[in-house]
C-alpha cells in the first residue's frame, strides 16, 4: 500500500507566483552551522577567526554546548592586530599551535571566517594552506567563510562541505554507490542506511561523514541525493566532479521520507515492490502517530519567514500531512531546481517569497493573524509579544526532523507552542 503516491500533474504548482524582496533581512550567519556540524563531525575542530561579536554569538547560539568541551573556539583578531596583517598570520599561527598541541584527537581543522574587516583583509585560504604544510603529519586544515556578509546561517553548511570536496577520495569500483549529502542525526542516519539496507543499497555513505578524517570516496559511479535542501554549492561542485544528482523532495514527514527513498531507490534499479514492502511498517506506524498531531494542528494557519531555506519542506509537510493552512512561504533564497520536486507539491495558490523586507513582511504576516509563526530567534519576541505563538527555526535544524521515526517530533515541535500558548490564554 503506498500511503503517498505521487501527485498527478493537476496539483502541481511548477511556476508558482514569487514575491522579490531585496531590503532588510534578519537572519544569522553562517557561524550557527559550526553548533551542528561539530557535534557531527567528532574529530574535527572549527576555529573561528573573528571578533568578540562572533564568540557571543557562538555562546549565546550554541548555549549549554560550550560547557561540554566544545569542539569549537574563536581566535579574536582584534584591533591591535590592524598594525599589521603579519602580527595577525602569527598570532593566528600560535593559537593553532597551542591548539593541536593541547587537542592532539583534532583531524580537521575548520578556519572560519567571519565579516569583521580585520579578518576580511586575511588571506585564510593562504593561513590554512601554510597552516595544513607544518602540520601535514597530524592534521587537515581547510578554511571556509561564515561570514554575515557572505552567509545566512544554513549556508555555513554548505560552505563547510563544499571545502571538503576536493579532498574526497576516488572510488574505480563497478558497483553503484549512493552519497547522501547534508548533516543528519546520527540515529536518523542509522535509521536511513538500514531500511535502504533491505532494499539491497549496500553502497552507501554519508557526508559530512561522522569522522572526518574517513572521507568517503567518489567515482563515476556515484550518485548523490540532498538530505537537506540548503546544499545548492555543494551539489553545483559534486556536479562539476561528474557526479550525478539524484532528484527529490526531502526526507521530511511520512510522504517526503517515501519519495526520498524511493527515488534512492529508483537510480539503484531496485524494484518499487521490494521499497514498499520495507517501508510500509514504518510508513504505518509513523502514519498513526502523526494522527494525534494532526487533530491539533488541522485548520490552523501557518506563515513562514525565510530564515533556513527549510521552509519549502516544510511547508510542503504541514499542509499535506499535517492539513496546515500556508499564508506565506518565506526562504532566503530560492534555488528552483533543487526545489522543483517540492514546489511541484505544493498548493498551485500558494505564497511564496524570495529574500525578505522585514517590515512589510511583518505587516503581512499580522494582517493574516497566523496561528503559528516559523522565524529567527530575532522575530519570535517582537511576535510573541503581540500575541503571536513562533517557533524558532534554528530549532527544527538541529534537530532529528527527517524520516519515519521522526515525522511526528516534528509535528510535535510545531505543536508545542500552540500548547503553550492555549495554557497561557487559559
Ligand atoms: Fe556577527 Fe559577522 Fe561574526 Fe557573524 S561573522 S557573528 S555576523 S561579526
Redesign the pocket.
Known sequence: MKAFPVPVQAEACAEPQVLRERGQHEVF?G?TGIIWLHRKMQDAFFLIV??R??AH?MQSAAGVMIFAEPRFGTAIIGERDLAGLADAHEELDRVVTELLARRPQIKTLFLVG???SEVIKLDLARAAQRLGQKNASQVRVLHYS???IETTFTQGEDACLKAMLPHLPQRTDAQRHVLVVGALADVVEDQMRALLGQMGVQSIDFFPPRHSAQLPAVGPNTRFVLAQPFLSDTAQGLRAMGLKQIESVYPLGVEGTTLWLQAIAKSCDIDPGLVDQVTQAPRQRAIAALARQRAKLEGKGIFFFPDSQLEIPLARFVQRELGMRLLEVGTPYLHKNLMAPELALLPADVVLSEGQDVDRQLDRCLAQQPDLVVCGLGLANPLEAQGVATKWSIELVFSPIQGYEQASDLAALLARPLNRRERLVA
Do not use: F, R, Y
Open positions: 550567519c557561524l573573528g571578533s561579536t562572533c554569538l567571519s565579516c569583521p561564515g561570514s554575515g
